[in-house]
Nanobody, 123 residues
């Protein structure tokens, strides 16, 4: 099992940056592919970025490609999402999620979820 806790959200102006963190409690964290998802009010949860268990492969939604960077530190059981050039449309609750063995873009494929952290981008 894995327990996930996100942090790092907040209010930022358009064009600014935020770095989100996800801390995992699983002893076998390095076995899990990790994903970041987001959900805005009235919208479905959508894939933002994913990273393979080794960290060698990363995946991004087209809407964030070139602006967001996902990374992981298996020694510290953490995953980070560096968000640059933020836009008002990036405003949402951001959630990290874990699954085995590989990254997918479908939320229902993930077994473990954090409670989420809010990101608000003002124009």
């Amino acid at each position: 099992q894995a327990q996930l806790v996100e942090s790092g959200g907040g209010l930022v102006q358009a064009g600014g940056s935020l770095r989100l963190f996800c801390a995992a409690s699983a002893r076998t964290f390095s076995n899990y592919a990790m994903g970041w998802f987001r959900q805005a009010p009235g919208k479905e949860r959508e894939f933002v970025a994913g990273i393979s268990w080794s960290g060698r492969s990363t995946y991004y939604a087209d809407s964030v490609k070139g602006r967001f960077i996902i990374s992981r530190d298996n020694a510290k059981n953490t995953v980070a999402l560096q968000m640059n050039s933020l836009k008002p449309e990036d405003t949402a609750g951001y959630y990290c999620a874990a699954r085995r063995p590989v990254v997918t873009t479908t939320p229902s494929d993930y077994n473990y979820w954090g409670q989420g952290t809010q990101v608000t981008v003002s124009s």
